[in-house]
């Protein structure tokens, strides 16, 4: 069975950073590509960032190029997002996806049930 | 970016009619880079239709996919009452990838 168990979240002030986790299991975590999603409070989904398998391709939201940076430990089975200089805008429940395949251009099969990022003095 | 347009925002049917859901892109999006997912209150999304018209694992036959270029629908044969939720188009064939705004299929 496929899981996707993020971590990492909380109340930070504006200006701070956070790193969320990802850990994976169920799946050959290197096979695939994976992606970070978030869904502010009452709104609908944006893509954040998403990563391919070896790290060699990797995309950003502009809403968040230049703060934020994906990283994946394939012998971890881990997937992360370094979140710089967050603004009250970046409060989102954040999720972890897996791609259905090994490229970020891919749709999303499986899903966390998210970690809660709030931002606010 | 391509910008993916949903509508309507809300749709209101009674179970057993049929619901079309339209999403519409501001360019193409290349080879069909379109996928469909279901979202109900407090869960993670669901994936529904992959490359505009392929149903995903699991995914009943009711539920169904169509379009290319900048025009995609889905289409729910029969609604059941589990089928009330919100749905989301997204576009992976370009960088960034993007979502719709949504639309809130709700009971009539």
């Known amino acids: 069975e496929v899981q996707l168990v993020e971590s990492g979240g909380g109340l930070v002030q504006p200006g701070r950073s956070l790193r969320l986790s990802c850990a994976a299991s169920?799946?050959?975590?290197?096979?695939?590509?994976m992606h970070w999603v978030r869904q502010a409070p009452g709104k609908g989904l944006e893509w954040v960032s998403g990563i391919s398998w070896n790290s060699g391709s990797i995309g950003y939201a502009d809403s968040v190029k230049g703060r934020f940076t994906i990283s994946r430990d394939n012998a971890k089975n881990s997937l992360y997002l370094q979140m710089n200089s967050l603004r009250a805008e970046d409060t989102a429940l954040y999720y972890c996806?897996?791609?259905?395949?090994?490229?970020?251009?891919?749709?999303?099969?499986?899903w966390g049930q998210g970690t809660l990022v709030t931002v606010s003095s | 970016e391509i910008v993916l347009t949903q509508s309507p925002g809300t749709l209101s049917l009674s179970p057993g009619e049929r619901a079309t859901l339209s999403c519409r892109a501001s360019q193409s999006v290349s080879s069909s880079y379109l996928a469909w997912y279901q979202q109900k209150p407090g869960q993670a999304p669901r994936l529904l239709i992959y490359g505009a018209s392929s149903r995903a694992t699991g995914i009943p036959d009711r539920f169904s996919g169509s379009g290319s270029g900048t025009d995609f629908t889905l289409t729910i044969s029969r609604l059941e009452p589990e089928d009330f939720a919100v749905y989301y188009c997204q576009q992976y064939g370009s960088s960034p990838v993007t979502f719709g705004q949504g639309t809130k299929l709700e009971i009539k």
């Open positions: 996806a897996k791609a259905v395949t090994m490229i970020v251009r891919a749709s999303i099969d499986y």
């Open positions: 169920g799946f050959t975590f290197d096979d695939y590509a």
